[in-house]
């Protein structure tokens, strides 16, 4: 049974900083790609950005480029999300999500290519 649980949101000033965790158990963490999506109220979930199960692949959204920062800690069965210069319209709930054995950047911003996915946790980013 894969659970990943996400941590870290919160409420924070425009330009400040948060760090989102999401751990992961159940199956064997280093096999697969790893993402962070957000769904924003009245919007579509949408990529934020993922990481290849190394590590060493790295895929963000226009949006944040820049700005976040994905990492992960195999050793911890943990997927990280440095979020810096936050926006207003970084507001939204943040999932994680267990995605393919693989990575590319198509397959990995897709939502349909990740089976797993975690409760969510709120970032607010006021102004």
């Known amino acids: 049974q894969v659970q990943l649980v996400e941590s870290g949101g919160g409420l924070v000033q425009a330009g400040g900083s948060l760090r989102l965790s999401c751990a992961a158990s159940g199956g064997t963490f280093s096999w697969y790609v790893m993402g962070w999506f957000r769904r924003a109220p009245e919007n579509e979930r949408e990529f934020v950005a993922s990481v290849s199960p190394s590590g060493g692949t790295t895929y963000y959204a226009d949006s944040v480029k820049g700005r976040f920062t994905i990492s992960r800690d195999n050793a911890k069965n943990t997927v990280y999300l440095q979020m810096n210069s936050l926006k207003p319209e970084d507001t939204a709930v943040y999932y994680c999500?267990?995605?393919?054995?693989?990575?590319?950047?198509?397959?990995?911003?897709?939502?349909?290519?990740?089976?797993?996915w975690g409760q969510g946790t709120q970032v607010t980013v006021s102004s």
């Open positions: 999500a267990r995605g393919p054995t693989y990575i590319s950047r198509t397959l990995s911003s897709a939502p349909a290519s990740y089976a797993y």
